[in-house]
């Protein structure tokens, strides 16, 4: 009792929420390019999706140089990645 109390203080979790814990679904976008739909520029990569209550539903966006973003769905344009070698 008293480590699940420590872990849960120190870690935001138990040692017991990695069996009770549901599977953590995919985005369908995951890996694309993300572009902004206004200017047409390349915002980054596209690594999930979610919600928040300011911006609503977004997609979680990797900048180049490896920053993550948060950056509202109805703002951004997801294409495919061109494969090389067309």
Do not use: C, W
């Amino acid at each position: 009792m008293a480590v699940n109390s420590f872990m849960y203080l120190q870690y935001g979790g138990t040692m017991f929420d990695r069996y009770f814990q549901k599977k953590e679904t995919k985005s369908p976008a995951a890996g694309k390019l993300a572009f902004d739909k206004g200017t047409k520029y390349y915002i980054g990569i596209i690594r999930g999706e979610g919600h928040t209550s300011k911006q609503g539903n977004v997609y979680y966006i990797e900048q180049p140089g490896g920053t993550m973003i948060e950056v509202a769905k109805e703002h951004v344009e997801v294409r495919e990645p061109e494969k090389a070698g067309k």
